[in-house]
């Protein structure tokens, strides 16, 4: 680091706190809020219950799909990055407030608690209604009204700090659709079924819970005249003061008194269908109970990626494929393609077995493996090359080689 002197570091310092050029003079019409606004939330009473944990954990391990605007080659292979503004929102930030990661996360959360939504662009380079545009900005919107050719979408407005209510074409938008809608969204699907009985056992235990005595006072007289009622209604105040008047909650009643106490637990088959919901919403989702404490294995893992996260990533792939990329793209070779790292699952006794075949086999390059388990590349240029070291390569053999490589060059050229 170069030196600077204090004269220059005094002239060119900046403090956030010292500093009182630019001052920011917010208008008064601009929202303000104690907490974060654009933040996705869950609807329909999902928050409270245990549907919260099963929806995040998919919503989570969906984002962590790299999705990417990339260009192929002849054979619909990948080839590279293209550098474009909606890779730059796929990748690395989508609008002022998200990430490339924390907009997949709206997406999925979003997609899971409405059962369908719009993917909007924001801010282009150009008016999309005459030519075609580059995406600057994107955000998530909740789709209000269903138009012949437009939506009515509710989407953030960071502006102004507020959700506002706009109409986008169809064409202009990616709607994405739930391909778990008949098990998750529909009025009397499993997962709206076990919202309605958790809400049901929630009220159960407010009102078991809720200091209430249930007991029932026999008096030794009939109270069928009005006299009695009201010495009886008088009695029952009485008791109610001692019980809640006292430190200790003690009263004392006459012994022709007898006290019936009514609070006891009444069976019912509430908590046996909460347990064969949440079972049957578990099988059809692909998601069991070591997947949500992390103790799955290798199969269940497969099997949770192949029934559950793959098809949520591919509906959206498929309507970003339609929307976003035009038929020029496409003639050019651009598509939007997703990509997930193998080796995450990965344990670590495995890793070295599995390093070994793929530089065998002459797959991934020694700096490419060291690279995964996060080490820095070696300066060795042969750590660069998909070669088997295992082989003894003479520099004879490496010199032929060269030349024939340089003589079919030359046949090409």
């Known amino acids: 680091m170069d030196k600077i002197s204090i004269r220059e570091r005094f002239r060119s310092g900046w403090n956030a706190f010292m500093n009182k050029d630019p ?3 917010y208008d008064a019409g601009i ?3 104690a907490y974060r606004p654009d933040r996705p939330r869950f609807s329909r009473g999902m928050e409270r219950s245990i549907i919260t944990s099963i929806l995040t954990r998919i919503a989570i391990d969906s984002a962590m799909t790299d999705i990417k605007h990339v260009r192929l080659d002849t054979a619909g292979r990948y080839d590279s990055d293209v550098e474009s503004g909606l890779n730059y929102c796929l990748t690395t930030e989508a609008n002022l407030d998200q990430t490339g990661f924390d907009f997949k996360l709206d997406i999925v959360t979003s997609l899971l608690d409405e059962g369908c939504i719009a993917i909007v662009p924001i801010d282009t380079n150009d008016s999309p209604y005459d030519r075609s545009f580059e995406i600057e900005t994107m955000r998530v919107g909740k789709i209000l009204e269903w138009y012949p050719d437009k939506v009515r979408v509710k989407v953030y407005n960071e502006r102004k700090g507020e959700h506002k209510e706009i109409v986008v074409p169809k064409r202009l938008c990616a709607i994405v ?3 778990l809608y008949a098990i998750m969204n529909e009025p009397n699907s499993t997962l709206q079924r076990l919202i309605r009985k958790l809400a049901l056992l929630d009220s159960v235990d407010e009102q078991s819970s809720s200091g209430k005595l249930d007991l029932i006072i026999q008096l030794p007289y009939i109270v069928k005249s009005e006299a009695r009622r009201k010495q009886a209604e008088q009695r029952r ?5 001692q019980l809640t008047g006292k430190k200790y909650g003690i009263a004392y009643t006459d012994g022709t008194e007898k006290i019936t106490q009514l609070n006891r637990s009444v069976e019912n088959q509430l908590m046996s269908q909460i347990e064969y919901l949440t079972n049957l919403l578990f099988s059809q989702l692909g998601v069991t109970q070591t997947i949500l404490d992390g103790t799955a294995d290798e199969q269940t893992l497969l099997n949770y990626y192949q029934r559950t996260i793959n098809p949520i990533i591919t509906a959206i ?3 970003m494929n339609r929307k976003f990329i035009g038929k020029t793209a496409k003639s050019q070779g651009q598509a939007i393609q997703t990509f997930r ?5 990965v344990p670590v006794n495995n890793i070295a077995d599995i390093a ?3 530089t065998r086999n002459e797959i991934l390059s020694s700096n490419e493996i060291r690279q995964i388990i996060g080490i820095r590349p070696s300066d060795d240029p042969k750590a660069d090359q998909l070669l088997n070291s295992n082989l003894n390569h003479n520099e004879g053999e490496e010199e032929f080689a060269q030349e024939e490589s340089g003589y079919e060059n030359y046949k090409e050229e």
Do not use: C, G, L, R
């Open 23 to 25: 001052t920011y003079n």
């Open 31 to 33: 929202n303000s809020y």
């Open 177 to 179: 659709q739930n391909p």
């Open 237 to 241: 105040k009485d008791i109610e003061e």
């Open 317 to 319: 792939v498929a309507e």
């Open 341 to 345: 790292d193998p080796f995450k699952m």
């Open 356 to 358: 070994d075949k793929f």
